[in-house]
């Protein structure tokens, strides 16, 4: 998840625009209040209930104009203060102390912690206390005897003064313990945005560095890797004349070491392959660079170019695709990598007289499903999941031939991923593998 790095003047300035925006649903719903009331209670005297919800939007209109004038933080508190005389005026019209809006003060309390800082809430606090407690004294001494909602009885905590200041230190009491509950947790969430902050920032820069080290790698190798092929291709193109005895006659001793020689080049060029195939797996291909290629005929190419592997070590090779019109879009070297690299391994890892088999077919969601099992040693199951990491290589592979890089499985699936594809495996060790590999179909042969 991305998380939204705020500077602290535009994180008090939204603030001040979120507080603007409830007002309007505050004020709206005021006015609701005192119409639906004429309606229900017609001996309640509501228009100074509207009175109040239309006083709201008004003030409502003028500080969201002078917004960029007060300055966000001295518009939230100037908000907060009206919205604490607003409430006490709408309180003291509807019953005083036993007004249906007075848990709203609380609630405000609950919103000036989320809005301002721990010490501002607090004042907040105190002055929504001096409000509350001033209208109560003035309602009690009759200055401004509350105005009772019809049907309810005068309240009682105006007839004993005691009562009234036992109320008020609850309510007082209640609201500090608000500004100190709803501060603290406030303040433990914005601790912890700030150490998620934190720590996007240092993944960030972890991204960065390691993606700037895999480009360096990957520079690297293929610096390195065609600065090497080069002269090695040209030595292996020497070795190659003395062998055919176009050098002369050589003794034995020397063929057999030029033979080595020339085995341990194919070995490293081999090697050297593998990692520029690897790197170009991984690498995407740009959209004008793609072709439309129809994908059974590069299968059946390539498993036609290997059939003579095949038949060398007496390996029945089927082929049964049953979607000829099959069309993927992208390079066809990198199909012919997949294809190779999972044919080529099924054949050399499978006894004489087994059986290797090639499925391809085209699924409902425009995706080809190739599969390629085969009957041969398979592969142990604490190590299937490991094999697709590069250099890797099964135990019991490794018995079975000594030389290989164990990049295969890695070029497949960097290559398969790049097209949004998927390769999974299933093997029962000693009676085979299959190989299953989902590659997208951008389109459709007519």
């Known amino acids: 998840m991305e998380i939204r790095i705020i500077p602290l003047d535009k994180a008090v300035e939204e603030r ?23 309606l229900v209670l017609p001996e309640m005297r509501t228009v100074p209930v509207i009175g109040v919800g239309l006083a709201i939007l008004a003030y409502n209109v003028l500080v969201r104009i002078g917004l960029s004038q007060l300055g966000s933080k001295r518009s939230l508190h100037l908000q907060i203060l009206l919205d604490w005389l ?49 209208m109560a004294m003035l309602e009690y001494a009759g200055f401004y005897p509350p105005i ?114 020339s085995s341990r080049l194919n070995e490293l060029l081999g090697l050297i392959n593998e990692l520029l195939d690897l790197i170009r797996g991984g690498q995407p291909v740009a959209e004008e660079e793609k072709l439309d290629i129809p994908l059974e005929a590069v299968i059946r190419k390539v498993t036609g170019d290997l059939g003579t592997h095949a ?37 050399t890892y499978t006894p004489e007289f087994g059986v290797v088999k090639v499925t391809g077919r085209l699924e409902p969601d425009h995706f080809y499903r190739l599969e390629v099992a085969d009957t041969g040693i398979g592969i142990p199951p604490d190590e299937q999941q490991r094999i697709f990491e590069e250099f890797y290589r099964a135990s019991n592979a490794k018995h079975e031939k000594k030389e290989g890089t164990g990049l295969g499985l890695a070029i497949v699936k960097v ?8 390769i999974e495996v299933a093997s029962e060790l000693g009676k085979g593998t299959c190989f299953t590999v989902r590659l997208p179909v951008i389109s459709l042969a007519v």
Not at 315 to 323: G, K, N, T
């Open 148 to 261: 009772q909602l019809p049907g309810f009885l005068p309240s009682p905590r105006y007839d004993n003064l005691y009562s009234l200041l036992l109320f008020l230190g609850s309510f007082s009491i209640l609201i500090l313990l608000t500004v100190y509950l709803s501060t603290t947790v406030i303040q433990h969430l914005r601790q912890g945005e700030e150490k998620l902050m934190q720590l996007q920032d240092h993944l960030s820069d972890a991204y960065d560095g390691l993606r700037r080290a895999d480009e360096s790698k990957t520079r690297f190798v293929r610096i390195v890797s065609h600065e090497i092929r080069s002269p090695l291709a040209a030595t292996q193109s020497m070795l190659r004349v003395i062998l055919d005895g176009l050098a002369g006659e050589a003794s034995a001793k020397v063929m057999e070491l030029t033979r080595r020689s």
């Open 311 to 347: 038949a060398h070590k007496e390996v029945r090779l089927e082929i049964q695709l049953d979607s000829h019109d099959a069309i993927f879009r992208g390079d066809s070297q990198d199909l012919e990598r997949i294809v190779v690299n999972l044919v080529s391994n099924a054949i």
């Open 86 to 134: 607003a409430l006490a005026v709408l309180c003291h019209i509807t019953g005083g102390l036993d007004s249906p809006f007075l848990p709203f003060f609380i609630f405000h309390v609950i919103l000036a912690g989320m809005l301002v800082s721990r010490r501002a809430c607090l004042r907040h606090g105190l002055i929504a206390i001096v409000i509350i407690s001033g």
């Open 16 to 38: 001040a625009h979120w507080l603007v925006r409830l007002r309007w649903i505050a004020g709206g719903a005021v006015i609701l209040f005192g119409l639906v009331a004429a």
């Open 415 to 422: 290559t398969v991923e790049k097209y949004g594809g998927r």
